[in-house]
């Protein structure tokens, strides 16, 4: 019984947002979100948004103790790439990869 949310087209690079999901992995929910609250990244508030998601979909659509719940899995998959680029010297550019993220959440109870 567990339950999952997500967050799509979030425009950070999937390599910034793992760092901050790799914490969270495994841990109970109050832990985790503890954890996310004060973790100084931009990644920390995304992910602290689809866990608290998360969690509420798993208290009111499959009525499972908040308290038992923990973070099952966690994973952060590259979305499509905005491509850019910047100017450089004597007429040249190079190309600028804005990247994005697709941000999952699984939780499930102990």
Do not use: C
């Amino acid at each position: 019984m567990e339950a999952k949310a997500s967050t799509r087209f979030v425009r950070i690079s999937p390599q910034k947002a793992r760092l901050v999901v790799d914490l969270i992995r495994g841990r109970g929910a109050a832990e985790a979100l503890a954890l996310l609250e004060f973790t100084p990244k931009k990644a920390a508030r995304i992910i602290e948004q689809t866990l608290r998601s998360a969690v509420a979909n798993a208290e009111n659509n499959l009525s499972a103790d908040v308290d038992r719940l923990y973070v099952k899995k966690a994973s952060v998959d590259g979305g499509p790439i905005l491509k850019r680029s910047l100017p450089r010297a004597h007429g040249r550019a190079t190309p600028l990869l804005k990247r994005s993220s697709h941000v999952t959440v699984v939780v499930d109870e102990r």
